[in-house]
């Protein structure tokens, strides 16, 4: 089965400061995307990062990076200087290709809370 | 550019009453996806769509039942309404070939929050 982990129902950060919130995957598929999703209190679904497995490089938007390690299936998100509009639960999706529509599988997500 | 569309945004029901949630997908895309988010969860995803056939099930109850239509857009109809069905329902759309431009991402629309009382 293809499952998504997260294993840090909530994490806090100060204001400016860097964190990494952590995702794992299993799959035996070689053709999938990753995606961390941002869900604010108005709980609207933002993407935020995706990454393709086929390439080795690690995904950036401007604060945000990814490090993609596939052969540990691996796929953590780090938030560099903080702002208190990150404050949202962040989902790590994980999507195979194998079909062209297959869905898309959640981790349970993070709660984020930026502090001043 | 064009997004997602759900619609009723907001929906008040009665226990036993039923429901119909519309989605429109962003042109082009030709397979849509139902999700269910309960307070404080991960979404669930219900059942998806391709071409106007089903392509995919998952968690929806049997008082459930959707469909494609036509022109894409889709219809997620709730009957016999629970008190746990109170949750926020996304519609997402994709495209199911590799366009130029294909990002593997699902696009989702501001969802719809059903209110069972």
């Known amino acids: 089965a293809q499952t998504v982990t997260q294993s840090q129902p909530e994490m806090s950060v100060q204001e400016a400061e860097t964190v990494t919130l952590s995702c794992t995957y299993d799959?035996?598929?070689?053709?999938?995307?990753l995606f961390w999703y941002k869900q604010p209190p108005s709980r609207q679904m933002i993407l935020v990062i995706r990454?393709?497995?086929?390439?080795?490089q690690n995904a950036t938007e401007n604060r945000f990076s990814v490090n993609f390690q596939k052969a540990a299936k691996s796929f953590s998100l780090k938030i560099s200087d903080s702002q208190l509009g990150d404050a949202a639960m962040y989902f790590c999706?994980?999507?195979?290709?194998?079909?062209?529509?297959?869905?898309?599988?959640f981790g349970a997500g993070t709660r984020l809370a930026v502090h001043p | 550019a064009a997004g997602v569309i759900q619609s009723p945004r907001h929906l008040i029901k009665e226990k036993r009453e039923t429901a119909t949630l519309k989605c429109y997908p962003i042109?082009?895309?030709?397979?849509v996806y139902w999700y269910q988010q309960g307070p404080g969860q991960d979404p669930q995803f219900l059942i998806s769509?391709?071409?106007?056939?089903?392509?995919d099930k998952g968690s929806i109850p049997d008082r459930f039942s959707a469909q494609q239509f036509s022109d894409y857009h889709s219809e997620l109809n709730m009957s016999s309404l629970e008190l746990g069905d109170s949750a926020l329902y996304f519609c997402?759309?994709?495209?199911?070939?590799?366009?130029?431009?294909?990002?593997?991402?699902?696009?989702f629309g501001e969802g719809s929050r059903l209110t069972v009382l």
């Open positions: 997402a759309s994709s495209s199911y070939v590799r366009l130029a431009g294909f990002t593997g991402e699902l696009f």
């Open positions: 799959t035996s598929e070689s053709d999938y995307y």
């Open positions: 990454q393709e497995a086929y390439k080795q």
């Open positions: 999706a994980y999507r195979p290709f194998s079909g062209g529509y297959n869905k898309l599988i």
């Open positions: 042109p082009r895309h030709d397979t």
């Open positions: 769509f391709y071409e106007k056939m089903q392509s």
